[in-house]
């Protein structure tokens, strides 16, 4: 069985991002506004971006992970934009997501004046 995460634009032209083992379906229901919540108001929606995992443990943690994104991040992502992506990573803390391997690596830079 597959598992996906997918981002959708709202009319409004936000994005929302989730994930479900029925993409199809789940798309069709919010288009209809059967869920409740974020989309419900904003609709129609538009299907832009999907990616297929093994498992909803792993489906999840991409969702979460995308949620936390900006909007320029997300459009990086969807375009299939690795260098921006892993530019886009990168705050002023010196800490950022590998986005090969996805981990969190930091490396802080200290001055004394």
């Not at 919010?30 to 108001?41: D, I, K, L, P, V």
């Not at 590998?98 to 490396?107: G, I, N, P, R, Y």
Request: charged residues 25%.
């Amino acid at each position: 069985m597959s598992f996906w995460v997918y981002i959708l634009r709202c009319a409004d032209q936000s994005y929302y991002v989730g994930h479900t083992d029925n993409l199809e379906l789940r798309v069709a229901k919010h288009q209809a506004g059967e869920y409740a919540g974020y989309n419900r108001t904003r609709l129609p929606v538009e299907l832009l971006f999907v990616e297929e995992f093994a498992s909803r443990t792993e489906a999840f943690e991409r969702e979460r992970q995308i949620k936390g994104w900006s909007r320029k991040k997300k459009e990086a992502l969807m375009r299939g934009d690795w260098a921006e992506v892993s530019r886009l990573a990168h705050p002023s803390t010196g800490c950022y997501v590998d986005v090969k391997s996805l981990t969190h690596k930091c490396s802080y830079v200290f001055s004394f004046s």
